[in-house]
């Protein structure tokens, strides 16, 4: 949901009413993954909003794929080739 929300990201309630988890549920998992730096947060009056962080979501694909299966083709199912560039195009 957040990768798709784009750099402009969603507000942490509104993420936990899209997938129906308790409010105080959600803001545990969205810290956590804050704290592995895979998403960045900030607060507008008294909402936060949290983005995903391309880059780190980049190296955390590349680094479970790297030795995916030991490499193997077969079992990797094609997973171990280079992920295309999927961050959203920003306007310039």
């Known amino acids: 949901m957040l990768v798709r929300a784009g750099p ?3 507000p942490s309630g509104e993420i936990a009413n899209r997938l129906a988890i308790p409010p105080t549920r959600m803001s545990f ?3 956590s993954l804050e704290r ?3 998403l960045e ?3 507008a009056g008294r ?3 949290y ?5 780190a979501m980049r190296a955390l694909l590349a ?3 790297e030795d995916c299966c030991a ?4 079992i990797c199912g094609g997973l171990a080739a280079p992920a295309p560039q999927c961050a959203p195009e920003t306007a310039a």
Request: glycine share 12%; charged share 20%; hydrophobic share 45%.
């Open 47 to 49: 909402q936060v909003w």
């Open 36 to 38: 592995a730096g895979l």
């Open 71 to 74: 490499g193997d083709p077969q």
């Open 51 to 55: 983005a995903a962080r391309y880059d």
């Open 29 to 31: 998992h969205l810290a």
């Open 41 to 43: 947060s900030r607060r």
């Open 63 to 65: 680094f479970l794929t």
């Open 8 to 10: 402009a990201g969603l």
